[in-house]
């Protein structure tokens, strides 16, 4: 039997766990969207880094959880008060378990607490079907954006009730 997965909000002793979670998601999970192109990835994971990611900690417009698996640190999202999913990266040896999916809600339900009737983010390429799975849905064509390809994507979110 699959352990459970656990969703807490990440804390300020969690920022290196996530950087290296994110780091690992975009070096082997993404490959399709970075092309193992040294600068696109180095560009990426800068983003990310753990003083962007303490900074956002730090900031109440921003919620950023840490999904577990057996105890085990395996997934981070992140989500922005406006109705932004700004992230949600999964270690690939954890993706198809339902790591994706838990974070994703978890993130959802904070959002539809704080008054957001949709979700919004951009997918790439590798993220396009799960999210599509979730009940996403394109809200613009295709753009470029920091060198890689994004696909807009929305969400209309049920309030809490």
Do not use: E, N, W
């Given at each position: 039997m699959e352990a459970p997965i656990c969703i807490r909000p990440a804390i300020l002793a969690d920022v290196g766990i996530i950087s290296r979670i994110i780091e690992h998601s975009i070096r082997f999970g993404c490959a399709l969207d970075h092309r193992n192109d040294p600068p696109l990835v180095s560009g990426w994971t800068r983003q990310h880094c753990a003083d962007v990611i303490s900074a956002r900690l730090a900031d109440p417009h921003f919620y950023l959880s840490?999904?577990?698996?057996?105890?085990?640190?395996?997934?981070?999202?992140?989500?922005?008060?406006?109705?932004?999913?700004?992230?949600?990266?999964?270690?690939?040896?954890?993706?198809?378990?339902?790591?994706?999916?838990?974070?994703?809600?978890?993130?959802e339900g904070w959002l539809r607490v704080r008054g957001a009737l949709h979700a919004h983010l951009n997918s790439t390429r590798t993220g396009e079907a799960f999210y599509r799975h979730l009940g996403y849905h394109e809200s613009e064509p295709s753009l470029a954006h920091q060198g890689l390809q994004v696909l807009p994507m929305y969400k209309p979110l049920p309030l809490p009730g």
């Open positions: 840490i999904a577990l698996l057996a105890d085990k640190p395996v997934g981070v999202g992140m989500a922005r008060v406006s109705g932004d999913i700004v992230f949600c990266y999964v270690q690939p040896q954890s993706f198809r378990r339902g790591v994706g999916r838990a974070l994703m809600s978890d993130l």
